[in-house]
């Protein structure tokens, strides 16, 4: 119990670091010509099975500036891992974000270490629009406008 206790304390450091760093390079980033945004989904497999760590992994991205979690695919075949889609804002180095998904997973449960990832087999897209701007029946989250 106290070892938990201590990882947990331990976590919620990290974190708060991770929310000040990402914070303060995401309003620099407001004040450059080139905002640097380049949003990507990125389809991560999670290590993660108890739904309370994938409860705190999930909410962990979206309190983290710059990253949101979008939900989770379950898997079709039995056996498979749930995937959570995630939207990185800064996504110009796709592997440098997968990487960073990496990391958080396993501060939340250092045993999914034993089942390592590479970063270039996860999956991911740029988010494109598809939506017409001068379509004015999609809600304006769908239109970007």
């Avoid at 056996?79 to 997973?105: K, Y």
Wanted: aromatic share 12%.
């Amino acid at each position: 119990m106290l070892q938990r206790f201590v990882h947990g304390v331990g976590y919620t450091a990290w974190l708060i670091k991770e929310i000040f760093a990402s914070g303060f390079s995401a309003a620099a980033a407001a004040f450059k010509p080139n905002t640097g945004l380049d949003p990507i989904i990125i389809y991560y497999p999670l290590r993660l099975t108890t739904d309370w760590q994938i409860f705190w992994y999930s909410t962990s991205i979206t309190v983290t500036p710059g990253t949101l979690s979008l939900g989770l695919r379950y898997p079709a075949q039995e056996g498979g891992p749930i995937v959570l889609l995630v939207q990185a804002a800064f996504g110009s180095d796709p592997l440098e974000q997968i990487a960073g998904l990496i990391d958080m997973e396993e501060r939340i449960n250092p045993a999914v270490k034993a089942t390592p990832l590479d970063p270039a087999s996860i999956g991911w897209d740029h988010y494109v629009d598809l939506g017409d701007p001068d379509d004015h029946t999609l809600p304006p989250a769908e239109r970007m406008d």
